[in-house]
């Protein structure tokens, strides 16, 4: 069973920063990339970012320029760097595994973690 654990979470004044951690094996981290999305209160979840195997990465436009995806294989970790957040960032924040067979398909999520930027 693929298990995703995030971490770093947490409260923080519009302008600061947060770093989101996604820990996993070695094996679903490096081999078919990964990604993260977010749901804000009432609304759908939505994809953030995505790190490729190649390592190419995406943004959503809302976050371009302010968050920064990373790997990193000595801590066998996905990173979610988060700068000048703004109130439109609060959200739940999920790392997602795709499935390496379809694509868009998602295999495993973690189980999420608050981000709530105060204004």
């Known amino acids: 069973q693929v298990k995703l654990v995030e971490s770093g979470g947490g409260s923080v004044q519009a302008g600061g920063s947060l770093r989101l951690s996604c820990s996993a094996s070695p094996y679903i981290l490096f081999t078919c990339g990964m990604s993260w999305y977010r749901q804000a209160p009432g609304k759908e979840r939505e994809l953030v970012s995505v790190i490729k195997e190649d390592g190419t990465k995406t943004y959503a436009e809302s976050v371009k320029g302010r968050f920064v995806i990373s790997l990193d294989k000595d801590d066998n970790a996905l990173y979610l760097q988060m700068n000048n957040l703004t109130s439109e960032d609060t959200a739940v924040y999920y790392c997602?595994?795709?499935?390496?067979?379809?694509?868009?398909?998602?295999?495993?999520w973690g189980q999420g973690i608050q981000v709530t930027v105060s204004s």
């Open positions: 997602a595994a795709p499935n390496c067979f379809e694509p868009g398909v998602v295999l495993a």
